[in-house]
């Protein structure tokens, strides 16, 4: 009887479609996504840079609006300036191509278009292979502009805390059961910092994953009222993932920082 009301579609699988190779690497429908979203925002970014004027249009104007609140929340995660703007536009890219990512699977008939048989267009984020790409390319990158601001020595130290367990004996015994505790912490933060990669990757792809999941079901209930409510929340959880993403890369940046410290005694 209510069978008009279902909508049946099958349940996505973890791995993509892999549409063809190019040499040894496979391209699947995650990567031609992901190029078409690069696309897009290489298009829109040269269109408003040739819109941009003294006298700022409505688009000019919300863009600008954008770039300031992105800012300024970077600021309230860095507490520094300086590592604001100098690690802003990465956060502001990360927002953007998460953002669109998460939200692109939501496009009516993106899924429709298919190669033999297997769909050409799917989210980029509810691959794991893009988000832990994503996440350990993040993590690389914190990791070198440590390096650079720690230099090779002092970053090494930050972790195996050898010079700092020797200073430790030299100021007395309880002093020295202390540095040898702070060893071990050292060696545990060095397998926390590995430990982001996967925290940032599963906490992405488990969400956006579980949000084409939960559609289908929900769909296969109730077509033609609640996914109306599905989808705007799904808008809502795309975009706070986006900001959770780049707001934790964010963070991670500058507690790799020497500044750090100074900001953690402020």
Do not use: C, H
Request: glycine fraction near 8%.
């Amino acid at each position: 009887m209510w069978e008009w009301l279902r909508i049946t579609a099958e349940k996505p699988s973890l791995q993509p479609d892999i549409l063809f190779y190019l040499g040894n690497f496979p391209i699947t429908s995650s990567v031609i996504t992901s190029f078409v979203i690069v696309l897009l925002v290489l298009i829109a970014g040269f269109y408003l840079r040739k819109k941009v004027s003294l006298i700022p249009s409505k688009w000019q104007i919300a863009v600008e609006s954008l770039y300031d609140s992105t800012l300024k929340l970077v600021d309230q995660i860095t507490a520094n300036r300086k590592y604001s703007e100098k690690i802003f536009p990465l956060i502001a890219a990360l927002f953007l191509y998460i953002g669109i990512a998460n939200l692109i699977s939501l496009t009516p008939g993106l899924t429709a278009f298919s190669i033999d048989g297997k769909e050409l267009f799917r989210s980029p984020t509810s691959d794991f292979n893009t988000t832990f790409a994503l996440a350990l390319a993040m993590l690389i990158l914190v990791q070198i502009e440590s390096i650079r601001d720690w230099g090779v020595w002092g970053y090494f130290t930050r972790f195996v805390q050898i010079p700092q367990l020797v200073n430790s004996f030299k100021q007395g015994i309880g002093a020295g059961m202390v540095g040898i505790v702070n060893f071990f912490i050292g060696l545990l933060d060095a397998v926390s910092e590995v430990a982001k990669v996967v925290s940032l990757s599963v906490r992405l792809f488990g969400n956006m994953y579980a949000g084409e999941i939960l559609m289908i079901i929900i769909m296969a209930g109730f077509a033609y009222f609640l996914p109306a409510v599905w989808v705007g929340m799904s808008i809502f959880v795309g975009i706070v993932q986006a900001i959770v993403f780049g707001a934790l890369v964010a963070a991670y940046y500058t507690i790799a920082m020497k500044g750090a410290e100074e900001v953690e005694k402020k």
